[in-house]
């Protein structure tokens, strides 16, 4: 699940807040300032690919669960998460090949994404 949050909903008079909710099984994978980033690429366990552009991601408050950013197989877990700028050459390896994540092909969210070939 994917979601931005506008910074000034985390000023609270509490030390301590929920930034957003959790199943029993879940875990956290990214937390960010986003800056210049413009493109977000997602990598499963099962080596698939999905880049998208950010402004996918729709802004939530920071009590909701957010949107799914990508369709996963039966058994696949979200590996990594990277955050693209432009002209920026960023890279990542999957089974000790490197895959060229400015080159992989745009898609849309909540999709399966590409298989990279190792």
Do not use: W
């Not at 698939?48 to 552009?53: I, V």
């Not at 969210?109 to 990279?116: C, V, W």
Request: aromatic share 6%; with cysteine; charged share 35%.
């Amino acid at each position: 699940m994917l979601k931005q949050v506008e910074g000034h909903e985390f000023d609270v008079a509490k030390r301590t807040i929920a930034a957003t909710k959790l199943m029993a099984d879940d875990c956290m994978l990214s937390v960010r300032c986003l800056g210049e980033a413009e493109q977000i690429v997602l990598q499963t366990e099962q080596g698939f690919f999905l880049r998208f552009p950010m402004g996918e991601i729709s802004q939530k408050k920071k009590s909701a669960i957010g949107v799914r950013g990508m369709r996963l197989s039966a058994g696949d877990k979200l590996e990594e998460v990277y955050y693209l700028e432009s002209g920026a050459e960023v890279t990542a390896k999957y089974k000790e090949k490197e895959v060229y994540l400015n080159r992989l092909r745009i898609g849309k969210r909540d999709t399966k994404g590409t298989k990279t070939r190792a």
